[in-house]
T-cell receptor, first 113, second 111 residues
Framework: DSGVTQTPKHLITATGQRVTLRCSPR?????VYWYQQSLDQGLQFLIQYYNGEERAKGNILERFSAQQFPDLHSELNLSSLELGDSALYFC????????????FGEGSWLTVV | DAKTTQPTSMDCAEGRAANLPCNHSTISGNEYVYWYRQIHSQGPQYIIHGLKNNETNEMASLIITEDRKSSTLILPHATLRDTAVYYC????????????FGKGITLSVRP
């Protein structure tokens, strides 16, 4: 158990809909990262937040957005969903100490039908 | 971050040591070598990391060559549960530092 909690574990929704994925980082971790893993793309970095502020952006679509709240939990919002958005979405967190090792949650499996 | 090169796949017998190689010839002085693994569709699991000295923990050992251009992850007694994709990643630790995953190496442990 990495200590990173993601909900929901599985989600099935229709094209055009909007979903929110939630992540609770390990206690005390200030950084949150979001990754997407689809069958043909491998693990792709989407976005990083540090203590509420966006710090780095990767291959995140404009239809996707994220935020980190004062209690440090984070949400990834996916809108106007397309079939190709079906993927595993991982959240990860790291602290400022201990070498900034990054720990991953178990993921949210999104299926768009 | 420097790029890494790993073989596509390898296998080993259960109970034997698994030695997973990684090349990172363009690594810079402040970059660490990290190893993660992903067991089928689970979240990537941190294994170990190091800068230039060899490192060992309860999961594995990491051997980094003196010139730091390559490293080897050693699982001393592989079990069937070690079957996974193993990722070697070079990264500079820091608050703004992400992990960039390549394709990794698929390790298959056979009975």
């Amino acid at each position: 158990d990495s200590g990173v909690t993601q909900t929901p574990k599985h989600l099935i929704t229709a094209t055009g809909q909007r979903v929110t994925l939630r992540c609770s980082p390990r206690s005390g971790d200030l950084s949150v990262y979001w990754y997407q893993q689809s069958l043909d793309q491998g693990l792709q970095f989407l976005i990083q937040y540090y203590n509420g502020e966006e710090r780095a952006k990767g291959n995140i679509l404009e239809r996707f957005s994220a935020q980190q709240f004062p209690d440090l939990h984070s949400e990834l919002n996916l809108s106007s969903l397309e079939l190709g958005d079906s993927a595993l979405y991982f959240c990860a967190s790291s602290d400022t100490f201990s070498g900034n090792t990054i720990y991953f949650g178990e993921g949210s499996w999104l299926t768009v039908v | 971050d420097a790029k890494t090169t790993q073989p596509t796949s390898m296998d080993c017998a259960e109970g034997r040591a698994a030695n997973l190689p990684c090349n990172h010839s363009t690594i810079s002085g402040n970059e660490y070598v990290y190893w993660y693994r992903q067991i089928h569709s689970q979240g990537p699991q941190y294994i170990i990391h190091g800068l230039k000295n060899n490192e060992t923990n309860e999961m594995a050992s990491l051997i980094i060559t003196e010139d730091r251009k390559s490293s080897t992850l050693i699982l001393p007694h592989a079990t069937l549960r070690d079957t996974a994709v193993y990722y070697c990643i070079v990264r500079t630790p820091g608050a703004n530092s992400k992990l960039t995953f390549g394709k990794g190496i698929t390790l298959s442990v056979r009975p």
